[in-house]
C-alpha cells in the first residue's frame, strides 16, 4: 500500500511541477523542478526503511539512475533536432537502456 502512496504521491508533484512552470519546455523545467522534491521524499522514506548499507548501495544506484535520466531526456532533446518525436522517443529509450546495461555491468 505504501508504494501505491508513493507513486501518486510522485506522479502528483511531477504534474504540478510542469504545470506550474513558465519555461517554454515544459517537460524540462517541470523535471528539473521536481527532482530536489523528490530526493527529499525518497531520503526520507529510504532512512525509516533501510540499514546504513543498504542505504549506500540505494544511494549510489540512485546516482546512476539520475545521471540516466539526464541522459534519457537530453538524448530525446537533441534527437529532435534529426527525427520526428516518437523516433527520438525509442532511440533515446535504446541509448538509456544500453547505458543501463552498462551500468549493471560496472557495478
Do not use: E
Amino acid at each position: 500500500m505504501s508504494f501505491l502512496i508513493q507513486f501518486f504521491i510522485g506522479g502528483t508533484v511531477m504534474v504540478a511541477a510542469a504545470f506550474l512552470s513558465k519555461s517554454k519546455y515544459l517537460f524540462l523545467s517541470g523535471v528539473i523542478t521536481l527532482l530536489p522534491i523528490m530526493t527529499l521524499l525518497n531520503i526520507q522514506l529510504q532512512l525509516k526503511n533501510m540499514s546504513a548499507d543498504d542505504f549506500r548501495a540505494a544511494q549510489k544506484n540512485g546516482i546512476f539512475g539520475a545521471f540516466g535520466a539526464v541522459i534519457f531526456i537530453s538524448s530525446i532533446f537533441i534527437l529532435t533536432n534529426w527525427f520526428k518525436g516518437s523516433h527520438s522517443v525509442i532511440r533515446a529509450f535504446l541509448i538509456y537502456i544500453c547505458y543501463m546495461i552498462a551500468c549493471k555491468c560496472l557495478l
